[in-house]
């Protein structure tokens, strides 16, 4: 059995058995006289474990397993296991703690009675409010693990809404995300019942919020995460769910929430008729229907303005027949929208619409097989002959260039913004295994050459993420037009800076981790997914090589209309 199949089949027979009472206590003597097959008994983290039945199941074996009975065996237990075995697998072999272990904080025991607390609706409002007084400090304090204003450094972006918004993002990323994100990569698909509970949190609505302004019109009765006023919701609040849920580690979840949805949704809202808002948007919002962009041809990759898909009008008037195929649309499988660019027009970019493709007749989809981002669903469009209401074109016939671009530069932040906290997760998980894994007799950490690594990492890191709010800030001070004319330039070089910075971390991240980021399971699985997840971000959206070149040119176009000295 493969390391993933064993911990699958581990994982799949468990349920966390309620406590009822308080775990027995036990001394570190009494550990000791379990240490042989017929009793084996092993501490993590102050958790007493009888792993007897457990001996002939251990995917590690039962030997090394044996070895480690009857004592505390926490340092070792972290250098060949993922966190999520302890708290997912261990958990059912739990029997009491040691000593006068307190059962809070980082302590076994205390996890899970917390797992076990957190059933009770009260208890989930308690935590709420902890989390929101505790919020001065965040996280696992790891350095550079979040950003700076995670760990009491002073911003002058962040308010108490944004801070209850990043304790309720969390809280769902490391409960409903991040636990399956192997599991949902390796069968290539979000389960729909994952995807309607995302929606349920307000996700979905928080995606097509944006940085425009939560969209309460078309999301009655979803609520805004973190108990949010919807009249407060900002650029910073967007970033903040998306940046959150990128702690799962997986370009497939973010790819199967936002990728095809999230920039769909924009052009959508912005430029959709009222019949058709009202028809589509609150389904979609709900998570009940789905939607994708669909612009890329296979023959033209970056070249937009030269898409060949068409879309004849009837004689009538009444309809357009579309005719074509577009490649690599991000959750067209599950769709039923399609927001399709099309040939309505002459040559170029003046000949170009954009229009709502609903799944019918003459429609088909079929899932491609790539490298990474696998639970996104990239998919091959074909259309024959389709036919589409004149009134599913979104703003004006032959305009919907400027449509494109537009929405592009809200793609753009939206890679940019996960591409640079996948570039932290590297960092992060990088430093905790530096300081665990032991080579030559030391910490990975004390090696000159691995400091230097983590240096360079945290130095890109901090600057794109610093550049990042910086953009950020400007969508909170100028509408979406100016920001579309002025700051292009600037957006499609950040999305270089971030696609770049999150490429290289991943790959000295690899380095760092050595083999254990080569196999699929274990302590480098975030590693090894990021790893093959990463030219999604390089590549679509606009490749890096587009995005430094229109960087430079539209600045330099700008700066000519502004007046610059050139
Ligand atoms: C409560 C006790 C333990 C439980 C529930 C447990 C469970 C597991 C699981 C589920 C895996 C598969 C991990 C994966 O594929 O991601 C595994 C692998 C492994 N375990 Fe344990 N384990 C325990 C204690 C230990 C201890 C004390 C050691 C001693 C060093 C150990 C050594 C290993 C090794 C060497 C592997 C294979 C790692 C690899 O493939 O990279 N385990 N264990």
Known sequence: MSDKASLAAVTSSLSIRPLTLRPQTYTLEQVAQHASADSAWVVVEGGVYDVTSFLDDHPGGKKILLKHTGKDATEQFHKMHPRKVLEKVAVQFLIGKVGDATGSGDNTVGAIENKVKKDTPEVVEQEQEQDDADSTYFGDLVPFGDPFWYQDWKSPYYNDSHRKLRAAMRRFTDEHL???????????????????????YGILAAIAAGATGWPTEYAQGIPVPGGVDAADWDGFHNLIVIDEMCRCASGGILYGVLGGF????????????????????????????????????????????NIVTTAKKSDDGQYYLVEGAKK?????????????????????MGGISLMVVERGEGLTTRKMDCQGVLASGTTYVTYDDVRVPVGNVLGKENKGFQIIMSSFNAERAGIAIQATRFARVCLEESIKHACRRETFGKPLIEHPVIRAKLASMAQRVEVTHAWLETVVY?????????????????????????????????REAMQIFGGAAYTRSGVGEKIERLYRDAKAYTIPGGSFEIMQDLGIRQSVKVAQIMGAKL
């Open 474 to 506: 400007q969508s909170t001070q100028y509408d979406q037009d100016t920001l579309t004319l002025r700051g292009g330039g600037t957006m499609a070089l950040l999305k270089a800076q971030a696609t770049e910075t999150f490429e290289y971390c991943v």
């Open 178 to 200: 991040t636990p399956f994100a192997a599991e949902w990569d390796q069968a290539r698909e979000i389960p729909p019942e994952a995807y309607k509970k995302i929606a349920d």
């Open 328 to 348: 690599w649309i991000t959750n067209g499988v599950w769709c039923d929208y399609f927001v399709t660019a099309v040939r309505t027009g002459g040559k170029g």
């Open 262 to 305: 999230g920039i769909s949704i924009g052009p959508l809202r912005h430029f959709g008729s009222d019949e058709l808002k009202q028809r589509i948007l609150p389904s979609l919002l709900k998570g009940e229907k789905r939607s994708c962009l669909a612009i890329t041809e296979p023959e033209g990759g970056s070249d937009v303005a």
